[in-house]
């Protein structure tokens, strides 16, 4: 191999791996979850008690501090003909305890008609227990008109709702042997 073709594939290797580094959401520092991350990471099953109603959800929490979910709302569970369709949740997550994270989400609930209705930002704080196989907390969702900035923590939400949650790990089934 010439020297020019050395140099070509040094320069390249260079580029993608400061690309890697740059683009990497795990090198973020400010996204850094460290070793909980990696105990926590994984898909979870949600329960969660609103006022008189339950919830049912799925969970993703990523080791690098994103979350992604969904639940029953999200399909007409409550009064399908009074609202439209939810989006995913789309959030992060980081540590705020020994086995304690916190995540804020966001979620965009439509109109019938698919505009965009209100903006819900669910924040909750879930403790794991010492295997990492079940957490528990509490929710607090706060809602905003569509012209609010959801993620401004000055913006003055229009309603405000509590309620307390479960997340329980999910695993491989086997069901060939």
Partial sequence: MSKASNWFLSLVAAVVITAGAVMSPAQDSSRATGKLGNLIAG????????????????????ADGTHTGTNTQSFGDGNPSEQGPFSEF???????????ITITTFIMLFNPDGKLALWARPNVVLNFDEDFEIAEGTLAT????PTQDPNDPEEIPIVTFEGTTTFRRTHVVDLCN
């Fill in 43 to 62: 898909t979870f099953i949600e329960e969660a008690v609103i006022g008189p109603g339950t919830l049912t959800g799925l969970h993703t929490l990523g």
């Fill in 90 to 100: 789309h959030g992060v997550w980081e540590q705020t305890g020994s086995r304690q």
């Fill in 142 to 145: 706060l809602v905003f008109a």
